[in-house]
């Protein structure tokens, strides 16, 4: 019995029926070329700026590669891999340890620490140098108090130097552990009571299961929040130069800048590109075909051991101290600060940075999503093999920093700008200037290339919940694929899309490479006017730019722990 054909009762053929199903036919294969070329049209030119970058690998520098190569590249390899290494590690120990602590133990605080341990990722990386530069300076009010107690000179005691490469290690374990913990905290919500069961009826106790166990399950999201931070790294720019700490993205900037070699620039790109690809490909390698499946799909509320004693004192000071030292310390300083200096020009010019970094971050936004939406629902009508390759390659922007991404935009830009003013000159007579290069146009192309596969991922995995017999149901109706998108998508993925929007807003708005390099002349945002200040060494003055930053940043984090919380299956008990 054939079940896959749907036959209308009607006139005999020829008739208007059958006209009009055929105008239904042409319409959908209109329809359908239509998302898939608007799909393959935003992926190409997403993909334009690192295209751009790998073109000039092979393209003459006049000996500059070659005296790079001579002086510095070592120190930035060096730097940059015990850079990777060093957050690499305190990451995973603090996100793995306190996701593990808050999902499967109960302790004082136990129900705040979900939440509150994701409120480091508010504060950029930079802030946070800034903030523990002020605090831990020899006029600072640690070594003051110090001498003031203890009666000491200068040359009486030791103390940490914090701007070194391990000072900018820290700072950046302290702001990008809640990628590893939000994602390691999600694998554990979402694993067996079961599998956990049977572990310790083999007489495992609670630190062997979560070794031999649970670790090896979540082992996949653990990795994907791991590959975050380490490409969150390799972007840094405004900590590792606060700091002189020589890497591949601050040799970037200053050859572009200070010795006004553009492709030795792109070159030096092209190779931090190629420290992204190599840690994708031994992430890959190190899987190869292994499979992280649970064995079954019964869920009941995860049983919390409860902590007494000196155990839930370790457990409170392991969750807490994190928190402390990555939010609640450098939040109250930068208050302190704000409220006792503070940013002089805090009137328009405060009033004008902040309506720049507004401006760009809600456009970012809502064009990221609109693009990601395209890219999503164009790959759901038609999952061919091209459309899924182009469509992951316009989503690994966030893997390419934004130093890199700013290279790649602005030749490609700078290429376009010349041959339309050659052409006006040629044809006209008239000079047409730059019409890309340093615009806001330029700008937010910019950010779309950093953050569109922050709303993508977040876009996809939403559409992918949406059962295809609604698609089917709304054609039936006599929906086109735009309507069905518009009518019956985008009501049901609403909070999605919002979330997503969200997630873009917040990046944007600390986003710092990038906006220095593409940014038109005498137009700054917050990230930059900080940066600026704490470069000159006014970091009470940069105070209260960073913490709007920060503020910005706490809601969006509240609202994403709380929905993570809310993930788990079977929560009620069976």
């Not at 070194?164 to 552990?177: F, K, R």
Request: hydrophobic letters at 55%; glycine letters at 8%; aromatic letters at 10%.
């Amino acid at each position: 019995m054939t079940t896959d054909t749907f036959q209308t009762p009607g006139p005999t053929p020829g008739g208007p029926v059958q006209a009009a199903g055929f105008h239904s036919s042409l319409w959908q294969r209109i329809g359908f070329s239509g998302w898939t070329l608007a799909t393959l049209l935003i992926a190409a030119l997403v993909t334009l700026p690192v295209l751009a970058v790998i073109s000039r690998v092979f393209v003459p520098t006049d000996g500059v590669w070659q005296h790079l190569v001579d002086t510095v590249l070592a120190e930035y390899l060096l730097n940059t891999v015990r850079l990777v290494f060093g957050v690499g590690v305190g990451t995973l120990v603090i996100g793995v340890g306190t996701a593990w602590l808050v999902t499967m133990c109960r302790f004082p605080g136990s129900r705040t620490l979900e939440w509150a341990l994701l409120l480091p990722m508010a504060v950029p990386a930079y802030v946070m140098a800034y903030v523990y530069t002020d605090l831990l300076q020899f006029v600072g009010p640690v070594q003051t108090a110090l001498r003031e107690v203890f009666h000491w000179s200068r040359r009486d005691y030791w103390f940490p130097d914090i701007r070194t490469l391990e000072g900018a290690a820290l700072m950046m374990t302290l702001v990008l552990y809640p990628y590893v913990y939000l994602l390691s905290r999600a694998a554990f919500l979402e694993q067996s009571v079961c599998v956990l069961e049977v572990s310790r009826t083999l007489g495992r106790g609670p630190w062997r299961s979560f070794f031999t166990v649970a670790l090896p399950l979540a082992r996949p999201s653990i990795v994907a929040g791991l590959a975050l931070v380490l490409m969150e790294v390799l972007a840094d720019f405004g900590t590792v130069q606060y700091f002189a700490v020589n890497t591949f993205v601050t040799g970037i900037y200053r050859t572009w800048f200070a010795m006004g070699q553009p492709v030795a620039a792109a070159q030096l790109a092209a190779v931090l590109m190629m420290f992204v690809l190599v840690l994708v490909l031994m992430e890959r390698w190190s899987r190869r075909q292994a499979r992280y499946h649970h064995t079954t799909t019964r869920y009941r509320r995860l049983p919390k051991h409860a902590l007494t004693g000196w155990r839930a004192a370790a457990a409170m000071t392991a969750c807490g101290l994190p928190l402390l030292l990555g939010f609640l310390l450098p939040a109250g300083l930068l208050v302190r600060m704000a409220v006792t200096a503070g940013d002089q020009a805090f009137g328009p010019v405060f009033l004008t940075l902040a309506r720049n970094s507004f401006t760009l971050a809600a456009l970012a936004a809502v064009l990221a999503v609109s693009l990601a939406l395209v890219l999503a629902y164009g790959q759901r009508l038609r999952p061919t093999p091209l459309l899924k390759g182009a469509v992951r390659v316009a989503a690994m922007g966030y893997a390419i920093p934004g130093s890199v991404i700013a290279v790649g935009v602005l030749i490609p830009f700078a290429h376009l700008d010349n041959a339309v003013d050659a052409f006006m000159r040629q044809t006209f007579g008239v000079s047409t200037g730059l019409l890309l290069s340093g615009t806001i146009a330029a700008v937010l192309f910019a950010y779309l290339v950093r953050f569109l596969a922050v709303s993508f991922n977040t876009i996809e995995a939403s559409l992918g919940k949406i059962r295809p017999t609604m698609d089917f149901a709304s054609r039936v109706l006599g929906h086109t694929a735009g309507r069905t998108l518009i009518r019956v998508h985008a009501p049901i993925m609403w909070g999605s899309l919002l979330t997503a929007g969200l997630l873009v807003f917040v990046d944007v708005m600390k986003e710092l490479p990038a906006t220095m390099i593409v940014r038109p002349f005498n137009f700054d945002t917050l990230a930059v006017r900080v940066y600026t200040l704490a470069s000159d060494e006014r970091l009470t003055e940069a105070a209260t730019g960073a913490l709007a930053i920060v503020a910005v940043g706490i809601v969006p984090v509240i609202l994403l722990s709380l929905s993570i919380s809310r993930s788990r299956p079977g929560q009620t008990d069976e």
